[in-house]
């Protein structure tokens, strides 16, 4: 029997509490509500009885989107990105400082070769890249 909060019984993990934590902790619920959703009395029994579930839901959670991620980017579909990469950035503590100065620079050269390409454009020479 599982022991609610305020109580004294004895907690005893089941399978389905053991799922639970895991999903709840992929999804990036505190451990505090956890505890209040599982029905037990405090974060140290939480930590006692569900170590590995803590541990491997927000591991796995954060491979699942970096493998689609993964997909998505090598691909030619759109939609989904933003949301992978707000995960990443949240869940898995990514940082996107190089990947932001590497976005400015490609910026910066997209806006000097238009200026080439104008300047070549009026003296009559082909273009640089082909449209």
């Not at 100065?101 to 490609?106: A, K």
């Not at 390409?117 to 009026?122: F, Q």
């Amino acid at each position: 029997m599982n022991a609610g909060p305020g109580s004294t019984m004895a907690h005893y993990p089941t399978d389905k509490t053991r799922q639970l934590v895991k999903a709840l902790t992929a999804y990036g619920i505190k451990q505090d509500d956890i505890v209040r959703l599982v029905g037990i009395s405090t974060r140290m029994t939480l930590e006692k009885y569900y170590r590995d579930e803590l541990d491997q839901g927000q591991a796995e959670a954060n491979a699942k989107v970096a493998q689609n991620l993964f997909r998505i980017a090598t691909s030619s579909e759109k939609g989904a990105v933003p949301a992978a990469i707000f995960w990443l950035k949240c869940r898995a503590r990514w940082r996107s400082s190089e990947v932001d100065e590497m976005l400015t620079e490609l910026e910066m050269l997209r806006t000097k070769l238009a200026e080439a390409e104008e300047r070549l454009s009026r003296i009559g020479a082909p273009r640089l890249i082909a449209s």
